[in-house]
T-cell receptor, first 118, second 115 residues
Framework: GAVVSQHPSWVICKSGTSVKIECRSL??????MFWYRQFPKQSLMLMAT?????????EQGVEKDKFLINHASLTLSTLTVTSAHPEDSSFYIC??????????????FGDGTRLSIL | AQTVTQSQPEMSVQEAETVTLSCTYDTSESDYYLFWYKQPPSRQMILVIR??????QNATENRFSVNFQKAAKSFSLKISDSQLGDAAMYFCAYRTLNTGNQFYFGTGTSLTVIP
C-alpha cells in the first residue's frame, strides 16, 4: 500500500534552533501534502496545505514565518520550525494525497515527528 | 469551515462486546466523504472505514460498520466483537470536495477494551 515516510521521528533541540521535518511519499506522487499538529490527547489540527510548486496555504492562526513549508517535488514536502521555542513542542504529522486518487481515497499519513524544545 | 464533533472523550467496552462511537458534523455541502481513523499509542494514523455521502448504504469493514444519517449529519462507528487491539484513540474525519480536499478531524474518543 501507499507509504509516507516522515523524518525524523523524534527530535530534541535547544530553544532558538530551527528544525526541519521531511515528509516523503515513497511509492506515489503527491501534488498535495498536509501538515498537522497534535497536542497530547487532542485532535489533529491542520496547519497548512502544501502544494507542489506553489506556496503553501496556511490555516488561520498559523504563523507563516514560523512554520516554513516547501514542496519542491512531487514526493517531498518539508516543514521547518524556525527559532523553535518550548511552546512549539508537539507532535507533527504529515499526510499526502496521491495525485491519481479519487475523492473517496484516504490521505496517507506519516508516522509523525515528536518535537521537544528544551 | 466544517466542524466535526465527537461527544464521547472516553469509552470502554468489554472484550467481545459491541461499542458505538458517536460523531456529528456540520456542513453546508451536499457531497463529501467521511472517515474513521484509529490512532494507537504508536500514534500512527490507521484508516478504519470510509463513507461516501452520496451513498445511502452504510459502509462495513469486517467488525467495523457505520450508521450514516445524512439528514441528521451523524456518522457513528460500531465495533463488534471488540478485541484488545481495538484499544486506541478514534477520530472521525470529514473530507471536503472543495479545493484542497482538506480533512477536518473530530476531537477523538479514547476507547479502552476491558479483558
Amino acid at each position: 500500500g501507499a507509504v509516507v515516510s516522515q523524518h525524523p521521528s523524534w527530535v530534541i533541540c535547544k530553544s532558538g534552533t530551527s528544525v526541519k521535518i521531511e515528509c516523503r511519499s515513497l511509492d506515489f506522487q503527491a501534488t498535495t501534502m498536509f501538515w498537522y499538529r497534535q497536542f497530547p490527547k487532542q485532535s489533529l489540527m491542520l496547519m497548512a496545505t502544501s502544494n507542489e510548486g506553489s506556496k503553501a496555504t496556511y490555516e488561520q492562526g498559523v504563523e507563516k514565518d514560523k512554520f516554513l513549508i516547501n514542496h519542491a517535488s512531487l514526493t517531498l514536502s518539508t516543514l521547518t520550525v524556525t527559532s523553535a521555542h518550548p511552546e512549539d513542542s508537539s507532535f507533527y504529522i504529515c499526510s499526502a494525497r496521491d495525485r491519481r486518487g479519487q475523492y473517496n481515497q484516504p490521505q496517507h499519513f506519516g508516522d509523525g515527528t515528536r518535537l521537544s524544545i528544551l | 469551515a466544517q466542524t466535526v464533533t465527537q461527544s464521547q472523550p472516553e469509552m470502554s467496552v468489554q472484550e467481545a462486546e459491541t461499542v458505538t462511537l458517536s460523531c456529528t458534523y456540520d456542513t453546508s455541502e451536499s457531497d463529501y466523504y467521511l472517515f474513521w481513523y484509529k490512532q494507537p499509542p504508536s500514534r500512527q494514523m490507521i484508516l478504519v472505514i470510509r463513507q461516501e455521502a452520496y451513498k445511502q448504504q452504510n459502509a462495513t469493514e469486517n467488525r467495523f460498520s457505520v450508521n450514516f444519517q445524512k439528514a441528521a449529519k451523524s456518522f457513528s462507528l460500531k465495533i463488534s466483537d471488540s478485541q484488545l487491539g481495538d484499544a486506541a484513540m478514534y477520530f472521525c474525519a470529514y473530507r471536503t470536495l472543495n479545493t484542497g480536499n482538506q480533512f477536518y478531524f473530530g476531537t477523538g474518543t479514547s476507547l479502552t477494551v476491558i479483558p
